[in-house]
C-alpha cells in the first residue's frame, strides 16, 4: 500500500487569496431576490444588551475589556483582545487574540468578522493583504471589516511545532516504508504512525498547554467576547471554507445574537473525518477531470488523447518523479507527493489552471520541476527563502484532532483506504492521507459528537456553495442548510473552492444586498 496523494485537504480561501479579486468577472443569471422580515440588524441596537445576562461571572471580565486599536499601516487598524485558555475555568491562564480591522469608508453599519478559512489560515492576514480588494466596495462602505486569527493560529497564541528544516522534511518528505513499493500494510502503517509521533510529540513539547484548547467551540466563544468588545449586540459574520464551521457553530451556539451572517464553501458538521476526506478525495478527482478535458482543449496542453488517457498519462508522471527523484533548484527532490499537493491547490481555482499547465510543460520537457515546487510552495505557506509564512499546517493538524474523534482500528484504517483508492484519481492513497492516524496519537482527543447544528430562533442566515468546488463538496452546502432552521441556500454553478468574488455577479451581488440592507433570496438562489 503505498501513498503518492497529498495529506488531507485544507479547506481555506485558496492559494494566493488577493488574486481571487482580479479574476475576470462573468456576468450569470440570477432568480429574484426578495426582502424578509427579521433579518438580523447591521447597526447597533442600543436597546439590546452587547453583553447578555447568560454570559457566566467569571467570564465577564473578558466580554468588558476594551480593545486598544492602534493604526498598523495601510489605513489598518490593530489590536489585541486578551480570551481564557479554556472557557470552562478562566483559571487556568489567558492567551492573546490579534486582531486587524479595515475601518468602514461610509455609513458604518457596524462590524463585519472575517476567517477565511484552514482551519489555521490567519484572519489578519486575510484582510492585511486583500481586504481592500477582496471585498466590494459596498461591504468597505459600510462595515468594519474585522479578521482576527483564533486561537492557536499565526499572531494569536499559536501553536509551534518544528523548524524550518523539520516543516521541510515533515510536508516534503515521505516514510520509507511508503518509497519501498513492496511494504505490507502493517509497515506502512506503522512508518506513518511513527512519524505521526514524532510530529505529535514535537508539538506537545512546544506548545504547551495550548494544545489542548485550540478547538473550534473554544473559538467560537472567542468570537462571541469578540463581538461585544468592539460594542456590536449582534455578530455579522463572513466564513469562508473552515470558516463556515466556525459560523456554524456560532448559530447554533449563540443564535440570539446572530445578525447577517453568510457561510461560503461550507462544511457539513455532522461529518466524522474519514467521511470529510473520502468526499474531499472524490470533489478533487471531479476537478482534476474537469481541469484535463479544458487542456485538452488548448495548443500547449502537456496531454493527450481522451481525459482517461490524460489521467494515465498523469500518473505516469508521478510514478516517475519518485523514480528519477529530480532536484529543484533549492535542492528539493520531486516527490510524487509534492506533485500531488501541487495538483490539488491548483484545484482551488480554474484560473489557475493555466499556471499549472505550464509548471507540468517545463517538467515534462525540461525536468524543471520549479512551477510544481511553487504551487506546493504557496499551499503550504513556504517562502522562497525557506522559510515558513504561517503556522497554518501545523494548526490544522492541532485543531482538526481536537474536533473530530479518531478511528483506531488498524484494520479499519486499512479498510478507509481500500474505500479511498475507489475515488481517488492521482496515486494510491496511504496513512497520510488519513487524519486517524495523526490524531490517534495526539496528546490530546477530541470531544466533538458531531451533532447537527440548528440555531434554533436565529436571524436568516445565507449559505453558498459552489457545484464544483472540491474542496468543500455541494453536497455540504445542502446539509448545513438543511440543519439550519433559519439557513437560505445560494447554490452557484461553477468550478473551484468558494463563490464570493469568482467572477459571478449573481452570487456578489446577493452577498452584498444581504449584508448591507438585509435582502435574503426568498426560497434560495442559483447562479
Same mark, same amino acid.
Given at each position: 500500500?503505498?501513498?503518492?496523494?497529498?495529506?488531507?485537504?485544507?479547506?481555506?480561501?485558496?492559494?494566493?487569496?488577493?488574486?481571487?479579486?482580479?479574476?475576470?468577472?462573468?456576468?450569470?443569471?440570477?432568480?429574484?431576490?426578495?426582502?424578509?422580515?427579521?433579518?438580523?440588524?447591521?447597526?447597533?441596537?442600543?436597546?439590546?444588551?452587547?453583553?447578555?445576562?447568560?454570559?457566566? !461571572?467569571?467570564?465577564?471580565?473578558?466580554?468588558?475589556?476594551?480593545?486598544?486599536?492602534?493604526?498598523?499601516?495601510?489605513?489598518?487598524?490593530?489590536?489585541? #483582545?486578551?480570551?481564557?485558555?479554556?472557557?470552562?475555568?478562566?483559571?487556568?491562564?489567558?492567551?492573546?487574540?490579534?486582531?486587524?480591522?479595515?475601518?468602514?469608508?461610509?455609513?458604518?453599519?457596524?462590524?463585519?468578522?472575517?476567517?477565511?478559512?484552514?482551519? @489555521?489560515?490567519?484572519? /489578519?492576514?486575510?484582510?492585511?493583504?486583500?481586504?481592500?480588494?477582496?471585498?466590494?466596495?459596498?461591504?468597505?462602505?459600510?462595515?468594519? =471589516?474585522?479578521?482576527?486569527?483564533?486561537?492557536?493560529?499565526?499572531?494569536?497564541?499559536?501553536?509551534?511545532?518544528?523548524?524550518? !528544516?523539520?516543516?521541510?522534511?515533515?510536508?516534503?518528505? #515521505?516514510?520509507?516504508?511508503?518509497?519501498?513499493?513492496?511494504?505490507?500494510?502493517?509497515?506502512?502503517?506503522?512508518?506513518?504512525?511513527?512519524?505521526?509521533?514524532?510530529?505529535?510529540?514535537?508539538?506537545?513539547?512546544?506548545?504547551?498547554?495550548?494544545?489542548?484548547?485550540?478547538?473550534?467551540?473554544?473559538? %467560537?466563544?472567542?468570537?462571541?467576547?469578540?463581538?461585544?468588545?468592539?460594542?456590536?449586540?449582534?455578530? &455579522?459574520?463572513?466564513?469562508?471554507?473552515? @470558516?463556515?464551521? =466556525?459560523?456554524?457553530?456560532?448559530?447554533?451556539?449563540?443564535?440570539?445574537?446572530?445578525?447577517?451572517?453568510?457561510?461560503?464553501?461550507?462544511?457539513?458538521?455532522?461529518?466524522?473525518? *474519514?467521511?470529510?476526506?473520502?468526499?474531499?478525495?472524490?470533489?478533487?478527482?471531479?476537478?482534476?477531470?474537469?481541469?484535463?478535458?479544458?487542456?485538452?482543449?488548448?495548443?500547449?496542453?502537456?496531454?493527450?488523447?481522451?481525459?482517461?488517457?490524460?489521467?494515465?498519462?498523469? &500518473?505516469?508522471?508521478?510514478?516517475?518523479?519518485?523514480?528519477?527523484?529530480?532536484? &529543484?533548484?533549492?535542492?528539493?527532490?520531486?516527490?510524487?507527493?509534492?506533485?500531488?499537493?501541487?495538483?490539488?491547490?491548483?484545484?482551488?481555482?480554474?484560473?489557475?489552471?493555466?499556471?499549472?499547465?505550464?509548471?507540468?510543460?517545463?517538467?515534462?520537457?525540461?525536468?524543471?520541476?520549479?512551477?510544481? *515546487?511553487?504551487?506546493?510552495?504557496?499551499?503550504?505557506?513556504?517562502?522562497?527563502?525557506?522559510?515558513?509564512?504561517?503556522?497554518?499546517?501545523?494548526?490544522?493538524?492541532?485543531?482538526? $484532532?481536537?474536533?473530530?474523534?479518531?478511528?483506531?482500528?488498524? !484494520?479499519?484504517?486499512?479498510? *478507509?483506504?481500500?474505500?479511498?483508492?475507489?475515488?481517488?484519481?492521482?496515486?494510491?492513497?496511504?496513512?497520510?492521507?488519513?487524519?486517524?492516524?495523526? $490524531?490517534?496519537?495526539?496528546?490530546?482527543?477530541?470531544?466533538?459528537?458531531?451533532?447537527?447544528?440548528?440555531?434554533?430562533?436565529?436571524?436568516?442566515?445565507? %449559505?453558498?456553495?459552489?457545484?464544483?468546488?472540491?474542496?468543500?463538496?455541494?453536497?455540504?452546502?445542502?446539509? /448545513?442548510?438543511?440543519?439550519?432552521?433559519?439557513?437560505?441556500?445560494?447554490?452557484?454553478?461553477?468550478?473551484?473552492?468558494?463563490?464570493?468574488?469568482?467572477?459571478?455577479?449573481?452570487?456578489?451581488?446577493?452577498?452584498?444586498?444581504?449584508?448591507?440592507?438585509?435582502? /435574503?433570496?426568498?426560497?434560495?438562489?442559483? $447562479?
Amino acid at each position: 500500500m503505498t501513498s503518492t496523494t497529498p495529506r488531507a485537504t485544507r479547506h481555506r480561501r485558496g492559494i494566493a487569496l488577493t488574486l481571487a479579486a482580479l479574476a475576470p468577472m462573468l456576468l450569470s443569471g440570477c432568480t429574484l431576490i426578495t426582502e424578509l422580515q427579521a433579518v438580523g440588524q447591521g447597526t447597533n441596537e442600543s436597546s439590546q444588551e452587547v453583553i447578555g445576562p447568560d454570559v457566566p !461571572a467569571a467570564s465577564r471580565p473578558y466580554y468588558e475589556q476594551e480593545l486598544d486599536w492602534s493604526s498598523c499601516g495601510g489605513g489598518l487598524e490593530c489590536a489585541t #483582545a486578551t480570551a481564557p485558555m479554556d472557557w470552562s475555568d478562566p483559571a487556568k491562564g489567558d492567551i492573546e487574540l490579534a486582531l486587524v480591522k479595515m475601518p468602514a469608508t461610509g455609513t458604518r453599519l457596524g462590524s463585519l468578522f472575517t476567517n477565511p478559512g484552514g482551519p @489555521g489560515a490567519s484572519g /489578519v492576514d486575510f484582510v492585511e493583504s486583500g481586504g481592500s480588494t477582496f471585498f466590494d466596495k459596498p461591504l468597505r462602505q459600510h462595515f468594519d =471589516i474585522i479578521g482576527w486569527d483564533p486561537r492557536g493560529v499565526g499572531r494569536s497564541s499559536d501553536v509551534e511545532c518544528l523548524d524550518d !528544516a523539520d516543516m521541510d522534511e515533515w510536508l516534503y518528505g #515521505a516514510p520509507d516504508a511508503q518509497a519501498d513499493t513492496g511494504a505490507s500494510d502493517e509497515e506502512v502503517i506503522a512508518a506513518a504512525t511513527a512519524e505521526a509521533q514524532w510530529f505529535a510529540d514535537q508539538c506537545a513539547a512546544n506548545t504547551g498547554d495550548l494544545l489542548g484548547y485550540v478547538d473550534t467551540m473554544s473559538t %467560537v466563544n472567542d468570537l462571541d467576547m469578540l463581538r461585544a468588545n468592539v460594542g456590536d449586540a449582534k455578530l &455579522n459574520y463572513f466564513g469562508f471554507s473552515y @470558516g463556515t464551521d =466556525i459560523g456554524a457553530h456560532y448559530i447554533d451556539t449563540y443564535p440570539a445574537n446572530v445578525g447577517r451572517v453568510a457561510l461560503d464553501g461550507a462544511t457539513d458538521p455532522t461529518l466524522p473525518m *474519514f467521511d470529510v476526506i473520502l468526499q474531499q478525495q472524490a470533489g478533487f478527482a471531479d476537478a482534476v477531470r474537469a481541469y484535463l478535458a479544458d487542456c485538452l482543449t488548448g495548443p500547449a496542453c502537456p496531454f493527450t488523447g481522451s481525459v482517461d488517457d490524460a489521467l494515465g498519462q498523469l &500518473n505516469d508522471q508521478l510514478v516517475k518523479a519518485d523514480e528519477t527523484r529530480p532536484t &529543484n533548484v533549492d535542492g528539493r527532490v520531486l516527490t510524487s507527493g509534492v506533485y500531488g499537493t501541487a495538483i490539488s491547490s491548483a484545484m482551488y481555482a480554474d484560473w489557475l489552471w493555466p499556471q499549472l499547465t505550464e509548471a507540468i510543460s517545463m517538467y515534462t520537457t525540461r525536468m524543471d520541476p520549479s512551477g510544481l *515546487f511553487a504551487f506546493a510552495d504557496s499551499y503550504n505557506d513556504r517562502g522562497a527563502d525557506g522559510h515558513y509564512t504561517s503556522n497554518s499546517m501545523e494548526a490544522f493538524t492541532a485543531i482538526n $484532532c481536537l474536533d473530530y474523534p479518531v478511528e483506531t482500528d488498524p !484494520a479499519k484504517i486499512v479498510e *478507509f483506504n481500500e474505500k479511498l483508492a475507489e475515488v481517488t484519481v492521482l496515486g494510491t492513497p496511504g496513512p497520510k492521507t488519513l487524519g486517524d492516524v495523526q $490524531c490517534e496519537v495526539w496528546p490530546y482527543r477530541s470531544a466533538s459528537t458531531l451533532e447537527p447544528v440548528v440555531g434554533a430562533g436565529a436571524a436568516p442566515v445565507l %449559505v453558498i456553495g459552489t457545484t464544483g468546488d472540491p474542496a468543500t463538496p455541494i453536497q455540504w452546502a445542502e446539509a /448545513v442548510t438543511e440543519q439550519l432552521e433559519s439557513a437560505v441556500l445560494i447554490r452557484f454553478e461553477g468550478e473551484g473552492h468558494t463563490a464570493y468574488r469568482q467572477g459571478d455577479v449573481c452570487v456578489n451581488d446577493a452577498v452584498d444586498d444581504y449584508f448591507v440592507d438585509g435582502t /435574503v433570496p426568498e426560497g434560495g438562489l442559483d $447562479c
